[in-house]
């Protein structure tokens, strides 16, 4: 008797369709992946149209309405690819913390990107070798503070002496204070980079600020174009105007360095690099191309994120007036009338870097992580994040974790201080990113954080222009940034 015989004997033909089915739906269950669950999307362009739905400058309401519907997880589909959005504390530390899962790379074949950096691909958006190896140049160089004949703390100090002349010049008008924010940290890079800060009024200088402005109005990561490159060739798109005037003054910048470079004699972050291009053991990662993307990352990432950051500072101070006076108290009491704030006083002023930490954890100038992206499947929370994807960190999720934050709304830089009143370490706290993608700027950028607002606050004082109600309302593009507002600004005579 044969085994078929046998079997089709004892069981019907309905019962043995079943176990095909069952047989089949294992085989299915087995070698498919888990995906996180999310909205259902449309054959090709998925979930744009749900993504668009929403206005201008708020797409950080997008990524909270998924996360609430969806859970820390959520599966979004950019066109034909996928986009998973991670939230919360818990699950956004997993992903960035977990060293080997892959999730430090950059999807760098996304159109805008693989377009802008088919040049050389600086650190942002490099990845393996090229992007460790450039970073970790990049990272000594700005860690050490010692490029040139200037610390990084004495550049800014005299930057800061140019925004003081520059305010008090306009004291008691109303003003906007991103126009001189922007103008000091640009060249407070510029310094480090190049060797020498230019003067505001230098028509070379104007269009470089005027420039890096018009480019954190271009599109972003998240843009269309990324998920459907056709929709290029449709009419109506903005021409880059701008690029022309930042990439040629780069590149004079270069060209004057490479002139008249002298190994023995290393000024700035540029001559580093050369110097290091000449004498690495692997060349190859430090081309013409790769300086050129690097300083653009170091433009983009250092600028514009920490201006917004002062001016939303600044917008708290005269929204709070008494936390502002709290400070300015504080810097009375350790630095002194009309005394210059250095680094060394940073331990003795824990209620100024509270304030500080505080508008960094409620303003989130950077809702979310640069976009990551995995290089293979990757297994994170029970799900499989496939192949090819982008991965968006939500770091206002992690500021607003309700299971760490007691009413994450309410802006109290007591969030940051213990019951002694010193200053306290905070885990869902990471407006840096966490991990080895972890911004290579954190340690520059706390110290101007630091040092304009709390000499700016010992010099000035800060008030609104006739009482108006203070808006805190932000536009997500870029970056978060408050909407325009004007201060007016009265000098402090004592302090002067
Ligand atoms: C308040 C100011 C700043 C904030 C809030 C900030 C925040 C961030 C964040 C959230 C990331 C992305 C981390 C990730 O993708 O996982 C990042 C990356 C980066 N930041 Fe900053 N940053 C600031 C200032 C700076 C400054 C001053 C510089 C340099 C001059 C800088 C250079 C960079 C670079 C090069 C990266 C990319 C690192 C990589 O991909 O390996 N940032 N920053």
Request: glycine share 16%.
């Given at each position: 008797m044969s085994v078929t015989y046998f079997i089709v004997s004892f069981v019907d033909i309905q019962t043995l369709f079943i176990f095909f089915i069952v047989i089949l739906l294992c085989y299915y269950i087995f070698t498919h992946p888990k995906l996180p669950p999310g909205p259902p999307g449309w054959p090709i362009i998925g979930n744009l149209p749900l993504m668009n739905?929403?206005?201008?400058?708020?797409r950080y309401l997008f990524y909270k309405e998924m996360s609430e519907k969806y859970g820390s997880i959520c599966r979004i589909r950019f066109g034909i690819r996928n986009m998973f959005l991670i939230s919360g504390y818990d699950m956004v530390h997993e992903a960035l913390s977990?060293?080997?899962?892959?999730?430090?790379?950059?999807?760098?074949?996304?159109y805008t990107i693989e377009k802008s950096t088919k040049n050389g691909k600086g650190i942002i958006f490099a990845n393996g070798k090229e992007w460790k190896d450039v970073r970790r140049m990049a990272l000594v160089t700005l860690r050490d503070?010692?490029?040139?004949?200037?610390t990084i703390e004495e550049r800014i100090i005299e930057e800061f002496q140019a925004v003081k002349g520059e305010l008090l010049k306009v004291t008691g008008k109303p003003i906007r204070m991103k126009y001189f924010l922007i103008r000091a940290v640009t060249n407070v890079i510029c310094s480090i980079l190049f060797g020498n800060r230019f003067d505001y009024n230098d028509p070379k200088y104007k269009g470089l600020v005027n420039a890096l402005e018009d480019y954190f109005k271009t599109e972003n990561t998240s843009s269309p174009i990324n998920a459907l490159p056709w929709l290029r060739f449709l009419p109506g798109r903005k021409q880059v105007r701008f690029l022309y005037i930042f990439f040629s003054f780069v590149s004079e910048q270069i060209k004057e360095h490479e002139d008249k470079f002298d190994k023995d004699d290393i000024k700035d972050f540029v001559d580093v690099y050369l110097k290091t291009r000449e004498t690495a053991d692997d060349k190859s990662m430090f081309t013409a191309g790769n300086i050129f993307r690097l300083i653009i990352d170091l433009f983009a990432a250092g600028t514009d994120t920490t201006a917004n950051t002062l001016d939303w500072i600044i917008l708290h101070m005269i929204g709070y007036p008494d936390i502002l006076q709290k400070c300015q108290e504080e810097v009375d009491k350790v630095v002194g009338k009309g005394n210059v704030v250095h680094l060394v006083h940073r331990p003795h002023l824990p209620y100024v870097q509270a304030t500080i930490q505080e508008v960094q954890r409620i303003c989130n100038i950077s809702p979310t992580t640069i976009p990551h992206g995995t290089v293979r499947d990757t297994s994170l929370g029970g799900y499989t994040l496939t192949k090819d994807s982008i991965v968006i960190m939500n770091l206002m999720s992690v500021h607003t974790d309700p299971k760490y934050w007691e009413d994450p709304e309410i802006f109290r830089?007591?969030?940051?201080?213990?019951e002694n009143g010193k200053l306290k370490r905070r885990k869902a706290f990471m407006p840096f990113g966490i991990g080895a993608r972890e911004c290579i700027g954190e340690s520059l950028a706390k110290s101007e954080l630091f040092l304009f607002f709390s000499n700016l606050i010992n010099t000035f004082n800060f008030s609104r222009v006739n009482g108006k109600k203070v808006d805190f309302d932000g536009f997500h593009g870029k970056s978060f940034v408050p909407k325009q507002y004007e201060v007016v600004v009265t000098p402090i005579p004592e302090n002067l």
């Open positions: 739905r929403i206005k201008p400058g708020k977990n060293v080997g899962n892959g999730l430090e790379n950059r999807p760098n074949w996304l503070f010692g490029v040139g004949k200037l830089p007591e969030n940051f201080l213990d």
